[in-house]
């Protein structure tokens, strides 16, 4: 249990992320033995914990490290997330059918920030962020599955770093990549390319699937939104992990 005001706030703005994580965890669980074109599953709590506790995980780039006895108690949290994830997903997988394709994605790397911060323990900053995506390594997408492109049998995955991997899309690729595995028609307004990985589109273009009637009732939606949401549970999470003023 955190004992100084640093931990406790650190945790208080993490354990969120966590609990949402484990509801879609639930719900995906529920519905992955299920036929679907396409089940999808954020997990977020990978990023809000990398940004709260890399100054544990990586205490020799700040001005000002942690103690060694905070060190040991935090300093795996990040590592120990990933693990969670991983096997969250490797449970996922094993109540799908044997053909299914898998897409992992990760939109951002994460680096150390606020290095010069202090952090006092009993007096803590405003900005508990200890790592940003501002500059840091790209993010990764993971492809497997039927008629996907395989990797060398030899690649170890456990020894690889960011830099040994081959840079083959951005962002933008990502849904041109979905809407090529489930085979449907690519708008021609949209930005990116399917990834070699998964071959090319043999179901042809359609000029747009954002007609005037969907865009008008999507702009609605999100004015009603955000002026219901106003400043609310979710605009203080996202000020506080740094995405917005």
């Not at 094993?94 to 951002?108: L, N, W």
């Not at 951005?170 to 090529?180: F, N, Q």
């Not at 939606?221 to 996202?238: F, T, V, Y």
């Amino acid at each position: 249990r955190p004992q100084t005001p640093l931990a406790r706030r650190l945790w208080e703005n993490t354990s969120w992320s966590l609990r949402a994580d484990a509801t879609y965890l639930e719900i995906a669980e529920r519905l992955a033995g299920e036929r679907f074109d396409l089940l999808a599953c954020y997990l977020g709590g990978t990023d809000v914990v990398a940004h709260r506790f890399w100054r544990y995980m990586e205490p020799d780039v700040f001005d000002y490290p942690p103690s060694s006895e905070e060190v040991k108690r935090f300093g795996q949290a990040i590592r120990d997330y990933y693990r969670f994830v991983d096997r969250s997903i490797g449970r996922l997988r094993s109540r799908m059918a044997p053909e299914t394709r898998v897409v992992v994605i990760s939109d951002h790397g994460m680096q150390a920030s606020n290095v010069s911060e202090k952090f006092d323990s009993n007096e803590p900053p405003g900005d508990l962020n200890s790592a940003h995506h501002h500059g840091a390594p790209p993010g990764v997408i993971v492809v497997g599955g039927k008629g996907v492109e395989v990797v060398p049998a030899e690649t170890d995955w456990r020894e690889l770093e960011v830099g040994d991997l081959e840079e083959r899309g951005s962002i933008l690729d990502v849904l041109p990549t979905l809407l090529t595995l489930l085979e449907v028609p690519l708008g021609e307004d949209l930005k990116g390319r399917p990834l070699a990985a998964v071959g090319s589109p043999r179901v042809g273009s359609v000029a747009s699937h954002d007609g005037d009637d969907w865009k008008g009732e999507r702009e609605g939606l999100l004015a009603e939104r955000l002026e219901r949401e106003g400043e609310g549970e979710r605009m203080e999470q996202l000020r506080a992990l740094g995405y917005i003023e």
